[in-house]
């Protein structure tokens, strides 16, 4: 009986085999006629540029090596072209551009007549010396409009959700400096303490969603989200802030770039005494009010005199001592 088994068990393994390495077959031979295809287009892109300079090759040469008897003079034009190849991505500078003469009738389209036109602006695509610069060839960051070309070098861009109650009631814009909050939940899902995560910290890009959406017959509003520029170190721990709890954005003022220490505040202290809020803001403000009296009175002793100063003035002025009986911020 187990004898009789054995071939039509035997015969399906065979078939399911056979048909496992006509699918891989298959698929390997599409994947590598899909390549082909690939390096065909690539092939015929980069034959169709070479002819295109050997055809503007031949035209110069030939418009050079003419006589006046043979042919009446070019009327030539002094266009920006490229001094050496340049990848892709590629921010041009002086000294990779140069001026050259282009008979009139053979500039393209977009060209540019001066070097300060480029200087600044990124290659879209890989381009070779002497190639004349187009508008289509390089562009300004303003035209490109992708993120990676505003992001400061050695930095990161990540996207943070916030609602739009948590950024500053909408009135964050690009270019903005901002300190993250993180409010805290415990396992339960409730808030249990709120905290600087992040200081002075700068918006890329906010967008501010106005939708809307039913549920449940209550009003839900979509969430925002600000793109910021954070060192790679920052972008580990913004990573993993969105696992504890919720961030909002708190707006700084253009002139302040200090960084400021606090000890966060726990749900606790708010429910056991509202003064402990009044308390910590009345420090801050004397503390920032004491730094400036410094900075006024170090700026005015730095400023120069006017007048020659009487032996009386030349004594150095005396500067107060600190007052003691002061309560320590």
Same mark, same amino acid.
Not at 74 to 85: E, M
């Given at each position: 009986?187990?004898?009789?088994?054995?071939?039509?068990?035997?015969?399906?393994?065979?078939?399911?085999?056979?048909?496992?390495?006509?699918?891989?077959?298959?698929?390997?031979?599409?994947?590598?006629?899909?390549?082909?295809?690939?390096?065909?287009?690539?092939?015929?892109?980069?034959?169709?540029?070479?002819?295109?300079?050997?055809?503007?090759?031949?035209?110069?040469?030939?418009?050079? =090596?003419?006589?006046?008897?043979?042919?009446p003079k070019?009327?030539?034009?002094?266009?920006?072209?490229?001094?050496?190849?340049?990848?892709?991505?590629?921010?041009?500078?002086?000294?990779?551009?140069?001026? +050259?003469?282009?008979?009139?009738?053979?500039i393209p389209?977009?060209?540019?007549?001066?070097?300060?036109?480029?200087?600044?602006?990124?290659?879209?695509?890989?381009?070779?010396?002497?190639?004349?610069?187009?508008?289509? =060839?390089?562009?300004?960051?303003?035209?490109?409009?992708?993120?990676?070309? +505003?992001?400061?070098?050695?930095?990161?861009?990540i996207a943070?959700?916030?609602?739009?109650?948590?950024?500053?009631?909408?009135?964050?814009?690009?270019?903005?400096?901002?300190?993250?909050?993180?409010?805290?939940?415990?396992?339960?899902?409730?808030?249990?303490?709120?905290?600087?995560?992040?200081?002075?910290?700068?918006?890329?890009?906010?967008?501010?969603?106005?939708?809307?959406?039913?549920?449940?017959?209550?009003?839900?509003?979509?969430?925002?989200?600000?793109?910021?520029?954070?060192?790679?170190?920052?972008?580990?721990?913004?990573?993993?802030?969105?696992?504890?709890?919720?961030?909002?954005?708190?707006?700084?003022?253009?002139?302040?770039?200090?960084?400021?220490?606090?000890?966060?505040?726990?749900?606790?202290?708010?429910?056991?005494?509202?003064?402990?809020?009044?308390?910590?803001?009345?420090?801050?403000?004397?503390?920032?009010?004491?730094?400036?009296?410094?900075?006024?009175?170090?700026?005015?002793?730095?400023?120069?005199?006017?007048?020659?100063?009487?032996?009386?003035?030349?004594?150095?002025?005396?500067?107060?001592?600190?007052?003691?009986?002061?309560?320590?911020?």
């Open positions: 009986m187990k004898k009789k088994l054995v071939n039509p068990i035997f015969i399906a393994a065979l078939a399911v085999g056979i048909l496992c390495v006509f699918l891989i077959t298959k698929a390997l031979r599409d994947l590598k006629e899909e390549k082909e295809a690939r390096i065909q287009q690539e092939e015929v892109a980069r034959q169709k540029v070479e002819q295109e300079n050997l055809e503007l090759k031949a035209k110069l040469e030939a418009a050079s =090596k003419a006589t006046p008897t043979e042919t070019i009327q030539t034009r002094p266009v920006v072209c490229f001094k050496v190849p340049l990848q892709s991505r590629t921010e041009v500078n002086r000294v990779m551009v140069e001026m +050259r003469e282009y008979p009139i009738e053979m389209e977009g060209s540019f007549s001066e070097i300060k036109e480029v200087i600044g602006k990124f290659t879209v695509r890989s381009v070779d010396a002497k190639e004349p610069a187009t508008s289509s =060839k390089v562009k300004s960051i303003r035209e490109i409009g992708g993120m990676s070309y +505003r992001i400061t070098p050695g930095m990161r861009a943070v959700p916030v609602t739009p109650i948590n950024s500053s009631g909408n009135l964050i814009t690009d270019g903005d400096f901002v300190d993250i909050l993180l409010s805290e939940k415990d396992k339960g899902g409730e808030f249990i303490r709120t905290r600087i995560f992040l200081q002075n910290i700068k918006i890329l890009s906010f967008y501010a969603s106005a939708e809307t959406e039913q549920n449940a017959g209550l009003q839900k509003t979509a969430q925002d989200t600000a793109t910021v520029e954070v060192s790679p170190e920052q972008a580990e721990g913004l990573i993993q802030a969105r696992n504890m709890g919720e961030m909002s954005l708190v707006l700084r003022s253009v002139k302040d770039q200090k960084t400021v220490r606090t000890r966060g505040f726990e749900k606790s202290e708010l429910a056991s005494d509202l003064g402990v809020i009044q308390s910590r803001s009345k420090r801050t403000l004397n503390r920032l009010a004491d730094e400036q009296k410094e900075e006024s009175a170090k700026s005015e002793a730095e400023e120069p005199q006017a007048e020659t100063p009487k032996e009386s003035d030349q004594k150095s002025p005396e500067v107060p001592a600190p007052d003691s009986t002061k309560e320590e911020k």
